[in-house]
Structures are given as structure tokens and as C-alpha cells.
């Protein structure tokens, strides 16, 4: 069974990099054809994916975030993180780490497994 954990500061402020860490078990993030994804869900909102690391190494962002958005891997922990800059009180949300495990053929994600999400309230 795959398993997802997130890890991270609970609060950060505003301005700062916020670092989070997915670490998992039970599959490798290297296993081809799967992705490993960064996914929030902001107060009343419905959930906002970030963006992702492929088996391969590649990096996909949504284009709204690209630009303070950075996900990367550490293979030898099967570990991956995302680190989002210059954060805003409007970036607080619950961030939850999730894997895809292909596409359909419609190119709908196959979610497997999510991490069970953490709080983080950005505020001076």
C-alpha cells in the first residue's frame, strides 16, 4: 500500500519560502509513469493543484503558480518537495502531496494515493 506524508512548518510569513516535504512509502517516485504531485486546498475553495515531479525527473507547474512554484526530489530518501516563494497571508491553505499513476485515455489523471494534508496560515 502507498503511503503519503507531508512535512513541514505549520506557519510561515509573509514574504518567505515556504519548504514542504512528501515523504513516501510503499512505491518508488522513480516507478515509470508515475507523478508526484503538490495539491492545496485553499479556505472554501475547492482544491488547486500546484504542480508535480515526474518518474523521470521532469517538472510540470500550473501556469498561475509557475513562477514562485518549484517542486524537486531526493530519489535516495523517496522523498519529494515543493517550495513555493514569497508568500502571501492568500497562500494559506491545506497542501496535500498526491500521486498519479497514468492518464486515461481522455487525459483524466489516475490519482492513487494522497498524503493526509497539513494546515499552513501564513501570517506576520
Known amino acids: 500500500q502507498v503511503q503519503l506524508q507531508e512535512s513541514g512548518p505549520g506557519l510561515a510569513k509573509p514574504s518567505q519560502t515556504l519548504s514542504l516535504t512528501c515523504t513516501v512509502s510503499g512505491d518508488s517516485i522513480t516507478t515509470s509513469y508515475s507523478f508526484w504531485n503538490w495539491i492545496r486546498q485553499l479556505p472554501g475553495k475547492g482544491l488547486e493543484w500546484m504542480g508535480a515531479?515526474?518518474?523521470?525527473?521532469?517538472?510540470f507547474y500550473s501556469p498561475s503558480l509557475r513562477s514562485r512554484t518549484s517542486v524537486s526530489r531526493d530519489t535516495s530518501k523517496n522523498q519529494f518537495s515543493l517550495h513555493l516563494s514569497s508568500v502571501t497571508p492568500e497562500d494559506t491553505a491545506v497542501y496535500y502531496c498526491a500521486e498519479i499513476m497514468g492518464f486515461y485515455k481522455n487525459g483524466d489523471p489516475n490519482f492513487g494515493s494522497w498524503g493526509q494534508g497539513t494546515q499552513v496560515t501564513v501570517s506576520s
Open positions: 515531479i515526474g518518474y523521470e525527473g521532469r517538472n
